[in-house]
């Protein structure tokens, strides 16, 4: 497998941050925009209660934030920054709405938060790879450089 997948290892990670980066927006733009339309929760999951004026603000921010870093993930543009702005975002959205349900991730509802926590850790240690913006600016720099 590793002398099969090894060699796409970059196009995989590529892949693995547009993917995670376009998820995340589509949260932005359903938040931002009402799509796409949200379906009824399969799991039945308890909505979390809006406890404070803290609360209600960080979700009314929450919809702009995750359209804005899931663009610049998605396309990879300021990955780092942006993944681990995310990463950080996911966080406190757990421990603010999630956590307090419950003990763990399956019995909370907050399993999609803890995965694109640790998603987006992965890429802000990683950077945006290859099939980014980055990718191009860092060689448009590196090609001129050499002149």
Same mark, same amino acid.
């Given at each position: 497998?590793?002398?099969?997948?090894g060699r796409y290892s970059g196009y995989i990670y590529a892949i693995f941050r547009i993917v995670f980066g376009f998820?995340?927006?589509?949260?932005?733009?359903?938040?931002?925009?009402?799509?796409?339309?949200?379906?009824?929760?399969?799991?039945?999951?308890? &909505?979390?209660?809006? /406890? =404070?004026?803290? @609360?209600?603000?960080?979700?009314? %921010?929450?919809?702009?934030?995750?359209? #804005? $870093?899931?663009?610049?993930?998605?396309?990879?543009?300021?990955?780092?920054? &942006?993944?681990?702005? /995310? =990463?950080?975002? @996911?966080?406190?959205?757990?421990? %603010?709405?999630?956590?307090?349900?419950? #003990? $763990?991730p399956i019995m909370n509802g907050g399993e999609t938060a803890v995965l694109y926590c640790?998603?987006?850790?992965?890429?802000?240690?990683?950077?945006?790879?290859?099939?980014?913006?980055?990718?191009?600016?860092?060689?448009?720099?590196?090609?001129?450089?050499?002149?």
């Amino acid at each position: 497998m590793d002398s099969f997948l090894g060699r796409y290892s970059g196009y995989i990670y590529a892949i693995f941050r547009i993917v995670f980066g376009f998820l995340f927006m589509l949260h932005g733009t359903q938040k931002v925009l009402g799509w796409p339309a949200k379906l009824p929760n399969p799991c039945q999951c308890p &909505a979390p209660p809006v /406890a =404070s004026d803290l @609360m209600q603000l960080l979700g009314t %921010m929450s919809g702009p934030i995750e359209l #804005a $870093l899931g663009i610049l993930i998605l396309v990879g543009l300021f990955g780092r920054v &942006a993944a681990f702005l /995310a =990463s950080g975002t @996911m966080a406190v959205a757990y421990f %603010m709405a999630h956590q307090p349900q419950g #003990a $763990l991730p399956i019995m909370n509802g907050g399993e999609t938060a803890v995965l694109y926590c640790f998603a987006f850790l992965y890429i802000a240690a990683n950077g945006s790879g290859m099939l980014s913006v980055d990718g191009m600016l860092k060689g448009s720099r590196a090609a001129s450089s050499d002149i």
